[in-house]
Structures are given as structure tokens and as C-alpha cells.
């Protein structure tokens, strides 16, 4: 069924997927904070801020207007960075139509209540949209996705009609979409893996090989699921598309923002300058803050999480956090073997 549906941000995430949306027949609506963008967009069909080699179609309108972009809307999907997620739930409340279908694509927490989108969500919108809402998640690097190249995903939600609803709007012969019901383990999974590709972006950038990378990556998929276990998600979720998946592909490919920030970082950069340098959000820095402070909350020990904030936060050389990490006690692999493992 042909949908007209609203994308609410177009960086280049939001820009990908309006084009997967239009690609499907759907009307797109592509709102923009900055009305100058908006006219570019409409005029080129082209984001040239954030996907510049990338044709849009003709059905993708981007407008500056919130109200404009949402009303009478039956889909809404959100791509916005995770600290702005609370303030535009805020302003789209009133907007939104009271079925309408509401779909993130948001990984990240919110640093200062340390809440998943969804909860954040369910804060600011009526309970009849945030009983229904979903997420979507899974290895998709948006500079391939408008590329049409080949992209598997994943959408997360408590209700199966709003995942089901959300697989038919997205799912084509570029972009397979598969269904889970554990959102909390797709949000958690989704957001954690940013800081290990910070890690890997680093052990890259201090010039360390696979080896390294491989430990990383295997290392930090033992902590992201252990955090999110004790927060409630479901085991196989980290070992499907929103979880190994989603970490490999942000861990071992230059077009991850949080890959290109560790890498710099590893050069020897400071934080401040990588930022100014990419120029756009790299989540897994606000992510890294949040996961510290939850990690120690719920008493889940996440050491490359640990070593990673003092890396960005409290001045630590990377390679004396790579020592830090080195140097740990011996211990068993699997931890269930280890009775006294927290």
C-alpha cells in the first residue's frame, strides 16, 4: 500500500531512508531544520550537506516546517540525534495523528536521564502512538543504502502490527527488513556498538592489526550483552542483525562517523578537534558517557566502556588505556564459569 510518509531529519541517515521510502512509491515528506537546505533539496534532489554524490527522487520534498511535514501523516519515521530525540517529540505531540505509525532509527541514550529513545518516547508522546512505536536498527551505512546496494536490517517493536506495518513500508530488493520483538535489545545494541567502533577507529589509528580489532570487536560484544541482559533484552538479539551485525559493519568501515573519530583520535587528536573536523554527530562519544555512568548503576562490569571515557574524558593517552585493558587479571572467557564474575 502506497503511504505518505514523514521522515524528520535529513542528515544522511534520514536522507537514506527517505530514498528507500521513495523507491517504494511512497510520498515522502523530508523535514529540515534550515529552510535554505530544504530549497536546495528541492531544487537538486540532492542533500549536498550530507550524501553530495547521492540523486534523490522527485518524490522526496523536504520542507522546514514540523507542523507541515507530520500532518495527517500516517507514518512518521524519526532520524534525529539522540540529545535532540526529547525536544522534537515534544513539539510533534500535538501534530501527530492519534494512529499514526511512529518508527525510529535513533542509536544513542539520552545523556542526561541516561533513558533508550523509546523511553524518552514514551515521556513525551500520548500513549496510544508510544505503545505502537518501533525501531530500526542492523548494519546500514547510509552512503550504500542510497546506493541501492545490498542492506539487511532489522525493526524492533512490542507491537506486531506496527513491526510487521514498518517491514512492508521499508523492505525491497536492495533493503531486507526482518522483524524482532526485544526493542530493548535492539536500542541497547544499536547504541553500544558505537563505542567499540571508537575502539576499533582507534586501535587502527595507533596502527595495531587485525588481531587487535578481532579481540576488540569480540571483547566488546561480551559487554555490550552483558549491559543489556541486566537491562532487560533478550540473548539472541546481540548475536543477530543489531548486535554482531551492526558492530562489525560500524567496527571495520570508513564510512562509520565513530570509526573516523577513533582513528583520529589514535593519530594522537584531541576530542574537541575531531569533532570540528568531521563536522557531524558521532554518537558513540555521548554514548561512551551514558554507558559508564549505567554501567556502574547496575553494577556490569564493561572495561573497554571504562577505559574508552577516560580516554575521552579524562585525558588518558590511548595506548596506556590499550595497557589498562592488557593488564587485567586473568579470567575466564565464558562467564558463566566464574561464579564470582559481576
Known amino acids: 500500500m502506497i503511504q505518505n510518509v514523514a521522515v524528520i531529519g535529513a542528515g544522511s541517515w534520514g536522507t537514506a531512508l527517505a530514498s528507500v521510502l521513495a523507491d517504494n512509491g511512497h510520498q515522502v515528506t523530508l523535514w529540515v531544520r534550515n529552510a535554505e537546505q530544504a530549497e536546495s533539496i528541492n531544487s537538486n534532489h540532492m542533500n549536498e550537506k550530507y550524501l553530495p554524490d547521492a540523486k534523490l527522487s522527485a518524490s522526496i520534498v523536504a520542507t522546514s516546517d514540523l507542523n507541515a511535514a507530520v500532518s495527517g501523516k500516517p507514518v512518521v ?48 508522546l500520548p500513549k496510544s502512538i508510544a505503545t505502537r512505536l518501533a525501531v530500526l536498527s542492523g548494519p546500514s551505512h547510509a552512503e550504500e543504502v542510497v546506493r541501492r546496494q545490498p542492506t539487511t536490517v532489522v525493526v524492533a517493536s512490542e507491537s506486531e502490527d506496527s513491526m510487521l506495518h514498518a517491514q512492508d513500508l521499508l523492505m525491497n530488493g536492495n533493503f531486507r527488513v526482518y522483524t524482532n520483538p526485544d526493542l530493548v535489545g535492539a536500542e541497547i545494541a544499536g547504541a553500544l556498538k558505537n563505542i567499540i567502533a571508537l575502539g576499533a577507529g582507534m ?13 576488540l570487536l569480540t571483547r566488546g560484544l561480551a559487554e555490550i550483552s552483558r549491559l543489556g541482559l541486566k537491562l532487560g533484552a533478550l540473548p539472541p538479539t546481540f548475536s543477530g542483525l543489531a548486535g554482531i551485525g551492526d558492530l562489525v559493519a560500524t567496527c571495520t568501515s570508513k564510512h562509520s562517523r565513530n570509526w573516523r573519530a577513533g582513528f583520529l583520535l589514535g593519530q594522537g587528536k584531541k576530542l574537541d578537534d575531531v569533532l570540528a573536523e568531521i563536522g557531524m554527530v558521532v554518537e558513540g562519544v555521548r554514548t561512551t558517557q551514558a554507558a559508564n555512568v549505567i554501567a556502574k548503576r547496575e553494577d556490569v562490569e564493561m572495561p573497554i566502556t571504562h577505559v574508552l571515557y577516560g580516554i575521552l574524558f579524562e585525558g588518558k593517552d590511548p595506548r596506556q588505556g590499550v595497557e589498562q585493558l592488557m593488564g587485567r587479571l586473568k579470567t575466564y572467557e565464558m562467564e558463566y564459569l566464574n561464579p564470582d564474575h559481576k
Request: charged share 25%.
Open 77 to 124: 519515521l524519526l532520524a534525529v540525534p539522540s540529545h535532540a530525540m526529547r525536544q522534537v517529540c515534544r513539539d510533534l505531540a500535538p501534530m501527530l495523528a492519534q494512529d499514526v505509525l511512529l518508527l525510529h532509527a535513533v542509536k544513542g541514550f539520552e545523556l542526561e536521564s541516561l533513558k533508550r529513545m523509546s523511553e524518552v518516547m514514551h515521556e513525551e
Open 203 to 215: 586501535s587502527d589509528g595507533l596502527g595495531f592489526g587485525d588481531n587487535a580489532k578481532a579481540a
